[in-house]
């Protein structure tokens, strides 16, 4: 059974789950929009991504016997003012999640809830990869003038981990 603190800090991952998928949809649109289709792709991934995470969590509440909530989403922004600028704002809202993932493996860990403790590890081994990916997206965009772009474009499929 889960504390009501944790059962809490879990809905409240829940919301931020989907408003990450959200947030990602909402750059996959703009990205469409833009004309970079292989961008817009991998926006359109990473939500679908977002949302098998918004599912594990609302599974695992309801199988520890909690309710999981379906929450009320925040609209996310329409446009960005670019292709760099969208991957810096993917990969602060990583870290901030990262962070909120920490705070339920520490809230776990003080309450001697261990089964949440051990199912929250996949996740922390999963923000890392993210960062990681993100943060190598954005040194390549680096490196690019707008002429790299059309092939960036093209590649980053390919650049996807497998998770
Ligand atoms: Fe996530
Ligand atoms: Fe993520």
């Not at 939500?47 to 996310?76: D, Q, T, W």
């Not at 760099?84 to 962070?99: C, R, T, W």
């Amino acid at each position: 059974m889960l504390s009501t603190k944790m059962l809490q800090i879990l809905n409240d991952q829940v919301a931020k789950e989907v408003y990450a998928s959200h947030l990602y949809l909402a750059m996959a649109s703009w990205a469409e929009n833009e004309g970079l289709a292989g961008i817009a792709d991998w926006f359109y991934a990473q939500s679908e991504e977002e949302r098998e995470h918004m599912m594990k969590f609302i599974r695992y509440i309801n199988e520890r016997g909690g309710h999981a909530e379906v929450p009320l989403v925040e609209k996310p922004p329409k446009d960005f003012p670019g292709v760099k600028e969208a991957f810096d704002a993917a990969l602060d809202h990583e870290k901030m999640v990262s962070g909120a993932i920490n705070d339920i493996a520490a809230l776990a860990f003080d309450e001697k809830d261990f089964a949440t403790h051990n199912w929250i590890q996949w996740f922390i081994e999963e923000q890392r990869e993210e960062e990681d990916s993100v943060q190598g997206i954005i040194d390549k965009l680096e490196l690019l003038g707008k002429h790299g772009l059309y092939v960036f474009d093209r590649d980053i499929m390919s650049m996807r981990g497998d998770h």
